[in-house]
């Protein structure tokens, strides 16, 4: 039986594989580069837990919920960005904005409605509640989330979907030539991938039972759900969960050998994201597949 | 009166934004980067200035020598290594190297120096003259005149010397720069050099009267982006009257809504000027 | 009736006439050439007629529907396609890949669009380069594919935009070749072109275009004897030695 650390770590490494592959759907195969994610994972993460509070709803049907709540905000940010034609870091920026405004709006409320925090009831182990003192419980369900949004990116990546992001990526103006709504597309890759985030987020509240907004809305948590995907490959299937088990051992590693201190794990994630962005703008992913390729090449002449 | 005061006060702290503004346009028009970096880079010429002070004594606007010209060092490096290897990188990219950038220099000005906000106090500056019943903070103005002269100064080398006639060049037009035999490598960290200087400079010239803590930064980066864009990308002149107008509404404003909310106008501002007029507010709009 | 009809179509910018009262007509089944000097706004023509500039006046009409405001996709979807002059294509995906995207326009299925793109990349002569990225491609195999990408859409016309640029003369005549091909598969041609021996030999019928406007219409042996023609525009390449 694995301890607790081993499992939260393993939690931990399909927790952020799975919000990397939610980012990647609009960031990776639609091109649409998010600095704002927090916004959504924010938001499922407090639909859920308010509804919970005040409405007793199950949590299972608040992360449904927040989902579409997600998707709704997607639709809108979306909506406005895309409308008036931003595109790289403008969008990257904007989807920022978005995010930081959605913490302040949160921050503001949150301290007037709730001075000593929100009152999540403690259940223990109950299924109904999404509340488990076994962390293998979270394990699986994760897992299980992971899978989905894994096999997910596999079966959009091969359709006329995943096509059309990809090209709409590579060059706008060439795909609406080719008779694709490049709005229309984009607009659904944000609706998905802000559906998927705040999954993510009501996950994590239930993970940790207790809400922080500059912890949910912050960021940091914007800049560490793109992470996994951009530093493992991002518009690859499998790029997220290579990235997040890099960056989470990383900074496991770091964090035992290291004199810990708060920040220092961010600071490390920092220092890959320029070395991958320099070196391997591609990912780790295309950097472990490339010497394979050049064996292949060698070996066939 | 109290918005007399105001006015005042944001008229004063126009001047600063007008420097970090001018900074970052200055970076993003010669080499269409968005430097993420640049409040990180604000905050270490705070603590050059900071530490000037308290380790040796040196007085903060002696100091501003150091910070500028430490910060354009520092500038000038990593222009040198991190930038120059992704400048044909696509947009992205370069975001997020300098999101990766200032990653490092916030964590590891936390790793080294800690969380807790640290002022400096100066004696001579400590006085608060009353001119008409509003109070005068004197580093605010030496701030606010310095900043202003150093834009000037600033701009007359760019529109004056031949070094800054050839870094307007590239700005407005890479491919022609090229042809007429501008040294582009030069140009670059030069640019990259004089835009984290105006910011070194600026966090020297704000420390006498604002803590300096890691994150800092952010404070001032967001409302720098938000002058930037709404001065126009690139646009020197539009950048000096944006952080005036900005300055200015932000401490009326403050009057009237609470702190949060006033940040919260700050990014509605940025966004809404993104979406209807990318120029910015005195760029004619493209064809 | 024609496929594509333009009456009194004008579009500036900024004060600049790129297109003046323009009126032309490509009946089904043709072979159009438009022609002229550089800065004569043959680009700004295809750019009105495929939706990514409106026109300031007159109307456009393909097939019975009216092209205004309508989107570069929604003018694709009536089945008009075009290339660019300088070629777009997406970098990251394969020939193959690259095609299929066109090939999606009217098949859903995966397998049957890369079948579908695997027939376009055979008639242009691409087959052996189909898992090859676009930046490897040579000119001349850069413009096959954007020529391709396009044909797989299906399009009733077809908006060539200077696909023998800068190619050798074997090449051209590669080119000129499949273009003949393409046509007698069914597809109208509205033709760019600056090869000048290629377009005459290629069009049933010449457009001339200078400053924007229409200065002369006809055979291509009725255009290269027009007096205006020569003076404005064929004098400069075929100047008597």
């Not at chain 1, 987020?201 to 759900?225: D, H, K, P, R």
């Not at chain 1, 703008?281 to 010497?291: A, I, K, V, Y």
């Not at chain 2, 950038?101 to 640290?118: G, H, M, T, Y």
């Not at chain 3, 399009?155 to 003949?180: I, Q, S």
Request: hydrophobic share 55%.
């Amino acid at each position: 039986m694995p301890s607790q650390y081993v499992i939260h770590l393993a939690v931990m490494i399909l927790f952020f594989a799975y919000l990397g592959a939610a980012w990647n759907i609009l960031g990776g195969y639609a091109g649409q580069f998010s600095f704002g994610h927090a916004a959504f994972f924010g938001l499922g993460a407090y639909t859920s837990t308010l509804l919970h509070i005040h409405y007793g709803v199950s949590p299972w049907i608040g992360m449904a919920l927040g989902g579409l709540a997600g998707v709704l905000l997607g639709l809108g940010s979306g909506f406005l960005s895309f409308r008036y034609g931003l595109r790289g870091p403008y969008f990257a920026l904007v989807m920022l904005a978005f995010a930081e405004m959605l913490r302040l709006l949160f921050e503001t409320w949150m301290s007037r409605s709730y001075p000593l925090g929100l009152p999540i009831p403690l259940k223990g182990t109950s299924l109904l509640d999404f509340q488990f003192r076994d962390k293998g419980h979270y394990f699986y369900i994760i897992l299980v989330m992971l899978i989905a949004v894994t096999w997910l990116c596999h079966r959009l990546a091969r359709s006329r979907v995943g096509a059309y992001w990809m090209a709409i990526r590579d060059n706008e103006e060439a795909a609406q030539a080719l008779g694709i709504d490049a709005f229309a597309y984009k607009l659904l890759a944000m609706a998905i991938s802000a559906f998927l985030t705040a999954l993510g987020g009501t996950f994590y509240a239930q993970y940790f039972l207790t809400l922080e907004v500059n912890e949910l809305f912050g960021v940091q948590i914007s800049v560490e759900i793109l992470l996994s995907a951009i530093i493992g490959g991002a518009g690859t299937v499998f790029g997220p969960l290579v990235g997040a088990v890099a960056l989470q051992l990383l900074s496991e590693v770091t964090r035992v050998y290291v004199r810990a201190f708060s920040g220092f794990d961010l600071m490390v994630y920092g220092g890959v994201l320029i070395l991958v962005i320099i070196f391997l703008p591609q990912g780790l992913l295309e950097g472990m597949r490339r010497p394979y390729r050049a064996m292949a090449r060698a070996l066939s002449t | 009166m109290l918005i007399l005061q105001a006015l005042l006060s944001g008229l004063l702290n126009g001047g600063i934004y007008s420097l970090v503004a001018v900074g970052l346009t200055l970076i993003f028009g010669v080499m269409r980067i968005i430097n993420f970096a640049h409040g990180s880079l604000m905050m270490l010429g705070m603590y050059v200035s900071y530490w000037l002070f308290v380790l040796w004594g040196v007085d903060p606007y002696l100091a501003l020598i150091a910070s500028g010209s430490v910060l354009f060092a520092v500038g000038v490096l990593i222009e040198a290594v991190l930038v120059s290897p992704v400048l044909e990188a696509p947009e992205h990219d370069q975001l997020l190297l300098t999101l990766g950038i200032s990653l490092v220099i916030e964590n590891l000005a936390l790793f080294l120096w800690k969380a807790d906000p640290r002022t400096v106090t100066v004696p001579y500056l400590a006085v608060a003259p009353m001119v008409g019943g509003i109070m005068i903070s004197s580093p605010r103005v030496i701030a606010f005149v310095v900043s202003l002269a150093l834009t000037a100064v600033l701009y007359v080398f760019l529109k004056r010397t031949d070094l800054g006639k050839a870094i307007r060049a590239v700005s407005q037009d890479r491919e022609g720069a090229l042809t007429v035999g501008i040294n582009m490598r030069r140009i670059y960290a030069l640019a990259f050099g004089i835009g984290c200087a105006c910011v070194g400079v600026a966090g020297g010239l704000v420390v006498p009267f604002y803590a300096v803590d890691p994150y800092v930064g952010g404070v001032f980066v967001i409302t720098a982006f938000v002058v930037v864009v709404l001065g126009g990308m690139g646009n020197f002149g539009g950048a000096l009257l944006a952080a005036l107008i900005v300055g200015l509404a932000e401490s009326v404003a403050a009057v009237f809504i609470p702190a949060a909310m006033k940040q919260v106008v700050m990014y509605t501002i940025f966004v809404v000027v993104l979406l209807f007029r990318p120029q910015g507010l005195f760029g004619a709009r493209r064809a | 009736m024609a496929l594509l009809e333009l009456a009194g179509v004008s579009r500036s910018f900024g004060g600049v006439r790129a297109v003046n009262a323009l009126s032309f007509a490509v009946p089904e089944g043709e072979i159009v050439g438009l022609i002229g000097p550089n800065g004569s706004g043959k680009t700004t023509v295809f750019n009105l007629i495929s939706g990514v500039f409106l026109p300031n006046q007159g109307t456009l009409t393909f097939a019975g529907a009216s092209l205004i405001g309508r989107k570069p996709h929604e003018i694709c979807r009536l089945g008009i396609g075009r290339t660019f002059q300088i070629v777009q294509p997406f970098n990251s995906l394969t020939v193959l890949e690259n095609v299929r995207v066109g090939a999606f326009r009217t098949i859903g299925d995966p397998d049957r669009a890369a079948h579908e793109a695997d027939a376009v990349l055979r008639l242009v002569g691409l087959s052996h380069k189909r898992e090859a990225l676009p930046p490897s491609l040579t000119i001349a195999d850069r413009k096959r594919l954007e020529l391709a990408r396009a044909l797989a859409t299906r399009p009733r016309l077809l908006l060539l935009d200077e696909v023998m640029a800068g190619l050798r003369p074997a090449e051209t005549l590669e080119m000129l070749e499949l273009a003949r091909r393409i046509h007698a598969s069914g597809v109208t041609l509205l033709v760019i072109e600056h090869v000048m021996r290629a377009v005459m030999s290629l069009s049933h019928r010449i457009l001339v275009l200078h400053h924007g406007e229409k200065l002369a219409e006809g055979t291509p042996q009725e255009v290269s004897r027009d007096p205006e023609v020569i003076r404005a525009y064929l004098g400069e390449e075929y100047r008597p030695a």
